[in-house]
């Protein structure tokens, strides 16, 4: 089948795919004095946890005296430019953020009404140039006018597209431009300060556990992923860990496309960690190269033996019975201060613990998600369900006592049977969510009252045995 065809025809492949080489022979934007990243003196980025960055990028420039325009190459493609700021000895007039990179649809979208150079192989397999008008792309499938015949260019062609210059609003790298009016002329260094979207930290920790579940190794790991379209090399890099409030605008979201990450894992020194209002700050102890669409893991903590507390809980409800056997929850608890060999603030994220099996073989036995933890508080990891401790309940009593039009009072007694299949014992913490109207009237153990609608029973249960726990209370 030839590769051109008639107009017809277009409307069917215009999802087609289009592939096509570029070749430029001119460009329009000579006039505008380019500041690359070859001539940068210093990169500083500070990240906070929500998807948003404070970018610092210094760089030389030739300049003259006067007013004159400058292109600021490769800043972020998601940068906020209304917070972009410019320093040094000159005074910005006008600024553009020029996010429209060149590529092969963009020229054809920008090259519509105007001639191109058609390279095509004609039936000897020469190459034949025709001058041509782009009529319309249609993402994949371009309209041109070839002579007196409309064709249609779809992803196999066997040829390519000459355009004869770059479009003014196309760059090869996201750019900001500026009209500025500088004090002198020569050498300068400018420093443009600016947020952006698209880069963002988390911390994630991995725990492993002792042989009898009593210390744990933490190491903390600090995760960059960089999704920007540029890429910050050697840059000081500063992490911020609290939640900084921000004010949203009321307009939709872009989408974007997913793209694949490349990770890689650096092992240094701890940060330095300092106080900054009310957060905390972490700076890497040496610079840091985060790639585009790179995802990157720092080691920023490691604590050894932390002293840790496996607790087991189980949440009634209601006054039910429940013949089936519930598993309880399983948890570790341990104290972020320094006599647990950590007491520094801990950063919100992931917690992953590994546990040993008979062959001394790592085994993952849960995860948890905790919250920025300051020096001296708990640490509360929910690890999943015991499979060994179980509870059954039974309602022994609902007997109605009084009854008015707006009040109905009844005592109602429980029992739950725990049982506990380990090699060794263990203690359940048993909640009972109860009205606030309540009063318990008699128990096989002594209840604390967590809260005015929650009582809290520690249930001993021996090694391979079990544990009956019995209450009634008056209700209404």
Do not use: C
């Amino acid at each position: 089948m030839r590769h051109v065809t008639q107009i017809f025809w277009a409307a069917s492949a215009a999802a087609a795919s289009i592939a096509m080489s570029a070749s430029v022979i001119s460009t329009s934007a000579q006039a505008q004095t380019m500041v690359t990243a070859q001539t940068r003196d210093a990169l500083a980025i500070t990240i906070y946890n929500n998807d948003l960055a404070m970018v610092r990028d210094s760089r030389f420039v030739k300049l003259p005296k006067g007013r004159s325009a400058l292109g600021f190459e490769e800043v972020s493609a998601r940068i906020m430019p209304q917070t972009a700021a410019l320093s040094g000895a000159v005074k910005v007039i006008e600024q553009n953020f020029d996010f429209d990179l060149i590529g092969p649809q963009s020229l054809l979208d920008k090259a519509v009404g105007q001639e191109v150079t058609l390279y095509r192989e004609d039936d000897d397999g020469d190459m034949e140039a025709r001058d041509a008008v782009v009529l319309a792309n249609n993402g994949g499938a371009a309209v041109l006018k070839v002579g007196n015949q409309i064709e249609v260019i779809q992803g196999d062609f066997p040829g390519r597209i000459v355009f004869k210059k770059i479009p003014d609003n196309l760059r090869a790298k996201p750019t900001l431009s500026m009209t500025i009016e500088a004090e002198r002329s020569g050498d300068q260094r400018l420093e443009l300060a600016y947020l952006t979207n698209g880069i963002r930290w988390s911390a994630d920790y991995v725990g492993s556990l002792s042989k009898d579940e009593t210390l744990l190794d933490l190491t903390g790991l600090i995760t960059l992923t960089n999704n920007t379209g540029v890429a910050f090399a050697d840059a000081k890099t500063q992490l911020i860990a609290g939640d900084v409030n921000r004010v949203y605008a009321d307009t939709r979201r872009r989408d974007y496309e997913a793209v694949s990450m490349s990770v890689a894992r650096v092992e240094r020194s701890a940060p330095q960690r300092e106080a900054v209002g009310d957060y905390h700050m972490y700076t890497l102890p040496e610079p840091t190269t985060i790639a585009d669409k790179q995802t990157k893991q720092v080691t920023f903590m490691t604590a050894a033996s932390v002293p840790v507390e496996k607790v087991y809980s189980y949440n009634a409800y209601s006054f039910s019975t429940v013949k089936e056997p519930q598993n309880v929850q399983s948890a570790l608890e341990f104290k972020n201060d320094t006599a647990s060999n950590l007491g520094i603030p801990l950063p919100k994220g992931v917690v992953r613990i590994y546990g040993t099996d008979s062959e001394g073989s790592a085994q993952f036995v849960g995860e948890d998600r905790i919250r920025h933890t300051a020096e001296g508080n708990d640490v509360d990891l929910t690890m999943g369900k015991a499979f060994d401790v179980t509870v059954t309940s039974r309602k022994v009593e609902d007997t109605l006592v009084s009854k008015t039009r707006t009040r109905e009072i009844r005592d109602i007694a429980m029992a739950y049977t725990l049982k506990n299949a380990k090699e060794a014992p263990v203690t359940v913490e048993l909640y009972q969510r109860v009205g606030r109207n309540s009063e318990l009237l008699e128990s096989s153990l002594t209840a604390a009252e967590d809260d005015a609608s929650t009582l809290r029973f520690n249930v001993a249960i021996p090694a391979k045995g079990e544990t009956v726990l019995t209450f009634k209370l008056r209700q209404g």
